[in-house]
């Protein structure tokens, strides 16, 4: 029965790597339609709008709305991973090379790890440990460009930033887990998605026509909205550390939503980094066997 279990919560990790990985090229397609910062605030919104709708109308769950004391954990999921975490990224991602933040990137699995184990006390394994170092791989095998740059501190630092709140963000969604992981979308999705708008629009940014809006909602529905419901579910029997370990490879599905949706070709990093992730996914589903 236990093992059953840790199947369904791997397959939900798994469903939401595959989810977000996916939206990333589909996002490429958008950008150029708009700037990044108002894009993250329609993809908030589209998964904050679609996942309240379905909240309210057809969530069958069976879990209790927020309690008081879920509010503090909630404010800050929403702080560190609907608002500051984005801000970082696009402060780094404006001063780095796409190669240096494409490996930064992979920060947040090992953040997340690390603030599991040292802050909220998960247990983490030495089989867990080896699947992360597989896994954290495999993502840097696929980013890598041949260099690491580091033109100036503020980017790669503001990437490293953002990585962490991530890090924080997944902690502090685990702590409310066993509420409606649909309510828990919602209201992480349009609270982070009107507060990146916002700040679009104080800038100057111009939002796009009515064509590329309606697809930018309906990419953070799938990419941002249910991907996190698949990363709840998983939080519950899972805990940060280890369902963090598993969303580690969406950037991998990010490569094969290239190839299906770019038409660009599989090459040996991409390949390289799937062996890797399969050794370091193999070991987390067998780490019961293991110390």
Same mark, same amino acid.
Not at 243 to 264: H, I, K, N, R, W
Not at 265 to 270: I, Q
């Given at each position: 029965?236990?093992?059953?279990?840790?199947?369904?919560?791997?397959?939900?990790?798994?469903?939401?790597?595959?989810?977000?990985?996916?939206?990333?090229?589909?996002?490429?397609?958008?950008?150029?339609?708009?700037?990044?910062?108002?894009?993250?605030?329609?993809?908030?919104?589209?998964?904050? /709008?679609?996942?309240?709708?379905?909240?309210?109308?057809?969530?069958?769950?069976?879990?209790?709305?927020?309690?008081?004391?879920?509010?503090?954990?909630?404010?800050?999921?929403?702080?560190?991973?609907?608002?500051?975490?984005?801000?970082?990224?696009?402060?780094?991602?404006?001063?780095?090379?796409?190669?240096?933040?494409?490996?930064?990137?992979?920060?947040?699995?090992?953040?997340?790890?690390?603030?599991?184990?040292?802050?909220?006390?998960?247990h983490i394994s030495?089989?867990?440990?080896?699947? /992360?170092?597989?896994? &954290?791989?495999?993502?840097?095998?696929?980013?890598?460009?041949?260099?690491?740059?580091?033109?100036?501190?503020?980017?790669?630092?503001?990437?490293?930033?953002?990585?962490?709140?991530?890090g924080v963000d997944?902690?502090?969604?685990?702590?409310?887990?066993?509420?409606?992981?649909?309510?828990?979308?919602? &209201?992480?999705?349009?609270?982070?998605?009107? &507060?990146?708008?916002?700040?679009?629009?104080?800038?100057?940014?111009?939002?796009?026509?009515?064509?590329?809006?309606?697809?930018?909602?309906?990419?953070?529905?799938?990419?941002?909205? /249910?991907?996190?419901?698949?990363?709840?579910?998983?939080?519950?029997?899972?805990?940060?550390?280890?369902?963090?370990?598993?969303?580690?490879?969406?950037?991998?599905?990010?490569?094969?939503?290239?190839?299906?949706?770019?038409?660009?070709?599989?090459?040996?990093?991409?390949?390289?980094?799937?062996?890797?992730?399969?050794?370091? /996914?193999?070991?987390?589903?067998?780490?019961?066997?293991?110390?």
């Amino acid at each position: 029965m236990a093992s059953s279990v840790a199947k369904s919560s791997a397959f939900n990790a798994l469903a939401a790597a595959l989810l977000f990985g996916a939206s990333t090229p589909l996002a490429k397609i958008l950008v150029p339609q708009t700037t990044p910062q108002a894009l993250a605030g329609i993809f908030y919104l589209g998964s904050g /709008l679609g996942l309240g709708i379905y909240w309210i109308g057809f969530d069958r769950e069976g879990h209790s709305p927020f309690e008081k004391k879920s509010l503090p954990w909630l404010s800050g999921a929403i702080l560190f991973g609907g608002i500051l975490a984005p801000l970082f990224l696009f402060i780094g991602v404006a001063r780095t090379p796409a190669s240096t933040a494409s490996l930064l990137l992979n920060l947040e699995a090992v953040f997340t790890a690390f603030l599991a184990w040292t802050i909220f006390k998960e247990h983490i394994s030495r089989r867990f440990l080896a699947a /992360l170092l597989f896994i &954290v791989a495999g993502g840097v095998a696929l980013s890598w460009q041949g260099s690491f740059e580091w033109s100036e501190f503020l980017g790669p630092l503001a990437v490293a930033a953002a990585c962490a709140s991530w890090g924080v963000d997944n902690n502090l969604t685990r702590k409310i887990s066993h509420a409606s992981a649909p309510q828990i979308t919602a &209201v992480k999705g349009l609270a982070g998605g009107a &507060v990146n708008l916002a700040l679009a629009l104080l800038a100057g940014d111009v939002l796009p026509g009515l064509p590329t809006t309606v697809a930018a909602l309906a990419v953070g529905f799938v990419g941002y909205g /249910l991907s996190l419901v698949f990363f709840v579910r998983s939080l519950r029997k899972l805990g940060a550390a280890r369902t963090g370990a598993y969303f580690a490879t969406a950037p991998f599905a990010g490569a094969l939503g290239s190839v299906v949706f770019l038409g660009e070709s599989l090459t040996p990093p991409v390949l390289m980094a799937g062996a890797l992730m399969a050794a370091g /996914l193999y070991l987390q589903l067998t780490e019961s066997q293991g110390t």
